[in-house]
């Protein structure tokens, strides 16, 4: 973090706790005949992509799970990568699925998405598993939304009765989040590319979430002084580096707590993924 002004919000030790965790966990299940399985569909030759299914395989492999990388064609059809979803599906030795983005041209996560089986949807991809967390009823919630509300908790920032602007809308965090912070009784506001008075509205809120995939997005107009800021992006820079949405040096000198990329929500997201399989692995949601 560039200001020390903020307090750092890191992943890490949030994370180490539950590989801990996930470790034991692994460990029983395959003492007791079920070895946890994690099945990641790949359909690209993306090297950033392939740079973070290397990444989840050895904490998966850390923690005694098995990860397999299931490489279809760049060029496969809609058809292909939901005949391979439904196939692992059906196979009794794999318990969780995620399917990678990228895909090929043609095809969509969100239409090929159901074709995961809910049971074995470890990131929440399915609408029937989006359906049921906006229901309140068991399911996996995208690792990604989940590991905000585990961020916010691990440096006990309490949400219940607090304002929480969302910068964002997508399936994969922006929705989900908000059920997520509901669920804790946080008073929720859900904003997007077409928020009028973005600035003004995120200024209100005593936490903030950037997730919207814009680099700098916000800045320290977007902040009220002391609120605490979650940056949930991850965008590449031309050096092979990251930034968040967040202009981390003005925001940081105005919140009270702001979470850093990397080492801030990412490290628990990819914990929570493998925490997911080894309780789908023991039918647990």
Same mark, same amino acid.
């Given at each position: 973090?560039?200001?020390?002004?903020?307090?750092?919000?890191?992943?890490?030790?949030?994370?180490?706790?539950?590989?801990?965790?996930?470790?034991?966990?692994?460990?029983?299940?395959?003492?007791?005949?079920?070895?946890?399985?994690?099945?990641?569909?790949?359909?690209?030759? !993306?090297?950033?992509?392939?740079?973070?299914?290397?990444?989840?395989?050895?904490?998966?492999?850390?923690?005694?799970?098995?990860?397999?990388?299931?490489?279809?064609?760049?060029?496969?059809?809609?058809?292909?990568?939901?005949?391979?979803?439904?196939?692992?599906?059906?196979?009794?030795?794999?318990?969780?699925?995620?399917?990678?983005?990228?895909?090929?041209?043609?095809?969509?996560?969100?239409?090929?998405?159901?074709?995961?089986?809910?049971?074995?949807?470890?990131?929440?991809?399915?609408?029937?598993?989006?359906?049921?967390?906006?229901?309140?009823?068991?399911?996996?919630?995208?690792?990604?939304?989940?590991?905000?509300?585990?961020?916010? !908790?691990?440096?006990?920032?309490?949400?219940?009765?607090?304002?929480?602007?969302?910068?964002?809308?997508?399936?994969?965090?922006?929705?989900?989040?908000?059920?997520?912070?509901?669920?804790?009784?946080?008073?929720?506001?859900?904003?997007?590319?077409?928020?009028?008075?973005?600035?003004?509205?995120?200024?209100?809120?005593?936490?903030?979430?950037?997730?919207?995939?814009?680099?700098?997005?916000?800045?320290?107009?977007?902040?009220?002084?002391?609120? =605490?800021?979650?940056?949930?992006?991850?965008?590449?820079?031309?050096?092979?580096?990251?930034?968040?949405?967040? !202009?981390?040096?003005?925001?940081?000198?105005?919140?009270?707590?702001?979470?850093?990329?990397?080492?801030? =929500?990412?490290?628990?997201?990819?914990?929570?993924?493998?925490?997911?399989?080894?309780?789908?692995?023991?039918?647990?949601?």
């Amino acid at each position: 973090m560039t200001n020390p002004t903020a307090a750092e919000l890191t992943g890490r030790p949030r994370a180490d706790a539950l590989r801990a965790e996930i470790t034991r966990l692994a460990a029983e299940l395959a003492q007791d005949g079920t070895p946890p399985r994690l099945a990641v569909v790949v359909a690209t030759e !993306d090297e950033p992509t392939a740079w973070y299914v290397r990444s989840i395989a050895r904490a998966a492999a850390r923690t005694g799970i098995a990860c397999d990388t299931v490489r279809l064609p760049a060029d496969a059809s809609p058809e292909q990568i939901r005949e391979r979803l439904s196939e692992l599906g059906a196979d009794p030795t794999v318990h969780g699925v995620i399917l990678q983005t990228p895909l090929p041209e043609g095809s969509v996560a969100a239409e090929l998405a159901d074709a995961i089986a809910p049971e074995k949807d470890v990131d929440g991809a399915n609408p029937l598993s989006l359906g049921r967390l906006a229901a309140g009823l068991p399911a996996f919630a995208p690792a990604t939304a989940e590991a905000v509300v585990q961020l916010l !908790d691990a440096h006990g920032v309490v949400v219940a009765g607090r304002t929480v602007a969302v910068v964002g809308r997508s399936t994969v965090v922006g929705k989900p989040l908000a059920h997520l912070l509901l669920d804790r009784d946080a008073t929720v506001t859900v904003c997007h590319s077409r928020t009028v008075g973005l600035p003004a509205v995120t200024a209100a809120a005593d936490i903030v979430v950037a997730a919207a995939g814009r680099p700098g997005l916000i800045t320290a107009e977007h902040v009220k002084p002391g609120a =605490v800021v979650v940056d949930v992006g991850t965008n590449p820079t031309p050096d092979g580096g990251l930034v968040g949405d967040v !202009d981390a040096a003005a925001v940081g000198a105005k919140a009270a707590a702001l979470s850093p990329v990397p080492g801030g =929500v990412g490290p628990i997201t990819t914990a929570l993924l493998l925490r997911h399989t080894v309780r789908a692995a023991a039918r647990v949601l």
